[in-house]
């Protein structure tokens, strides 16, 4: 009969990270930092974008109300600016929660 023999663990049989509770298992604080910092700045960058595209919208309207052409410019770009706003937050909480 053959000895058996000892094999030493795999790298796939490692233990699996501590979850917290719900069983969601988080990357290490050194990994997510960085991701969550970029993402800060780039949250920042979008909203002053989407400030800016109000402010304008309002310059439009008030100019198109002073010269009595409508406020139809104004109106559409405020509308885009809002559907703009709610995508791009939509897509930070998608991209969010699938980083978990």
């Not at 058996?4 to 699996?16: D, G, H, I, K, N």
């Not at 993402?39 to 109300?65: D, K, N, P, Q, S």
């Amino acid at each position: 009969m053959r000895p058996v023999l000892a094999t030493p663990p795999s790298l796939l049989a490692q233990e699996a990270p501590p979850a917290r509770p719900g069983g969601i298992v988080w990357p290490d604080r050194e990994a997510m930092d960085p991701i969550l910092t970029l993402g800060g700045y780039l949250m920042f960058a979008a909203a002053a974008a989407f400030i800016g595209a109000a402010i304008w919208a309002g310059f439009e309207t008030a100019l198109c109300y002073r010269a009595a052409r409508g406020v139809n410019v104004g109106v559409i770009r405020y509308g885009v600016t809002a559907i703009a706003a709610i995508v791009c937050t939509s897509a930070t909480a998608i991209g969010g929660w699938l980083l978990i």
